[in-house]
């Protein structure tokens, strides 16, 4: 798992910084959900507890952070970032312009746009009664609700530019092939790119364990699998499967599955990584956990993935 802290995060963050720690800290003294790690004897003071319980936060948002898998994850301090659309050299013969072939370098801007935020909340009767193992239990869900949002985001992304795409493949309605994968590979491959990951939905996933020539290529690197949604292969493609890609059996036209060069194809750029904090509302006497990142998607390259595309029952 990447490492957190939540402290030094904040601490560095150009818009936060030690004012808005003072104030983290402040209001977690108040809120029961902290400090019940103190009174149980889990942790000796409000920073502990902060602590932990982002990390408990963390720990579970990372495993289910699929979606930076299918994309380029650059962590920045700013709130835009400027991206070139085209990222290869270019090589002549002789003497040359200094500059290569001084073509105009277009740009495109990403910026940190989208907050994805989460929280659970109880009274603070029921915060009293329960055990910690029941709250931290509860607390977990925050991340993975984050995590599976921001999935959501990366897919929205990229079923938003189909129409710039290096090209589909039309799935059979009885089962996706291992001619079904090899053709779309080459779809990325014939724009010089090179897909690294291939992202498919469960039942889409399936069909291809049941084939000898996926079976024979595949390997499991359990220091890089998440949850078991991350397979790897001999082809040097990593294959996701999740709930969270598309599928469908309504259109013929449906996306089921993506080809992707996650160094080509585009960027997701987070601004302020999954962050938790005492969430209180008074006014109805509830007292939680509230968890949120913040980020920016975009395509920069569309050629560098194509898809699948059918109608799955």
């Known amino acids: 798992m990447q490492p957190f802290n ?45 602590g932990a319980i982002q990390d408990q936060v963390w720990k579970v948002a990372w495993a289910n952070m699929i979606g930076r898998e299918i994309i380029q994850a650059l962590p920045t301090k700013n709130a835009i970032e400027k991206f070139p659309k085209e990222i290869a050299a270019v090589a ?15 740009f495109k801007d990403v910026s940190a746009n989208i907050e994805i935020k989460a929280k659970k909340e109880w009274s603070e009767s029921y915060v009293e009664d329960a055990a910690w193992n029941v709250l931290a239990y509860q607390i977990e869900s925050i991340g993975k609700a984050i995590a599976k949002y921001e ?3 990366v897919v929205e992304a990229y079923q938003a ?15 996706v092939t291992w001619g079904d994968i090899c053709d779309v590979i ?41 949850k078991g949604v991350v397979y790897h292969t001999t082809l040097d493609m990593t294959f996701i499967s ?8 309504a259109s013929a036209n449906a996306t089921v599955g993506y080809c992707i060069d996650t160094e080509a194809v585009g960027a997701m750029i987070v601004r302020r990584d999954v962050m938790t904090k005492p969430y209180e509302d008074p006014g109805r006497q509830m007292y939680g956990v509230y968890g949120a990142e913040r980020i920016g998607i975009g395509i920069l390259r569309p050629l560098a993935k194509a898809r699948l595309r059918g109608t799955r029952t």
């Open 186 to 226: 080459g779809l990325v491959e014939a724009y010089d790119y090179h897909p690294n990951v291939f992202a498919l939905h469960p039942k889409l996933f399936q069909d291809l364990m049941k084939l000898d020539q996926f079976i024979s290529s595949l390997y499991k690197d359990t220091a890089s699998m998440r």
């Open 242 to 249: 999740s709930s969270r890609m598309p599928f469908t059996s």
């Open 92 to 106: 002549f013969e002789g003497e040359g312009p200094a500059l290569g072939t001084g073509g105009r370098v277009d």
């Open 161 to 175: 530019d189909i129409a710039n795409d290096a090209g589909t493949v039309d799935v059979s309605a009885a089962a």
């Open 151 to 153: 999935l959501d985001k």
């Open 6 to 50: 939540l402290k030094e995060a904040v601490l560095n963050d150009p818009e936060l910084g030690e004012g808005y720690w003072n104030e983290l800290t402040a209001k977690a003294a108040k809120s029961p959900v902290f400090t019940k790690l103190i009174r149980e004897g889990l942790y000796s003071d409000v920073a502990g507890a902060i």
